[in-house]
Nanobody
Framework: QVQLVESGGGLVQTGGSLRLSCAASGSISSINAMRWYRQTPGKQRDVVATLTVGGSTNYATAVKGRFTISRDNAKNAVYLQMNSLKPADTAVYYC???????????????WGQGTQVTVSS
């Protein structure tokens, strides 16, 4: 069974940095797009960064120039480097991965459990 396990959240001051990690485990055939989302109480979950299988990236306007998404194919992992953090970045961050696994090998989307990021002013 495929699982996504996140780590790296925490409390940081304005202007600080954090690096989120998300590792996929289980029987995985291939991984396509990988994404990070974030959500604050009472609001919808919004995509923050996307990394395609071809290596293209896309960022939400609010984080462009400050956040960087990357992947390690050997570890089935995706990362989010967050710099120059602001209180508005406070949220629960979720990783999201499209992958294929046996026995069906159909493309399915999996979510991490979420990790809290809090930026103090």
């Amino acid at each position: 069974q495929v699982q996504l396990v996140e780590s790296g959240g925490g409390l940081v001051q304005t202007g600080g940095s954090l690096r989120l990690s998300c590792a996929a485990s289980g029987s995985i055939s291939s991984i396509n797009a990988m994404r990070w989302y974030r959500q604050t109480p009472g609001k919808q979950r919004d995509v923050v960064a996307t990394l395609t299988v071809g290596g293209s990236t896309n960022y939400a306007t609010a984080v462009k120039g400050r956040f960087t998404i990357s992947r390690d194919n050997a570890k089935n992992a995706v990362y989010l480097q967050m710099n120059s953090l602001k209180p508005a970045d406070t949220a629960v961050y979720y990783c999201n991965v499209d992958l294929r696994s046996p026995p069906n090998y159909s493309l399915e989307r999996y979510w991490g459990q979420g990790t809290q990021v809090t930026v103090s002013s």
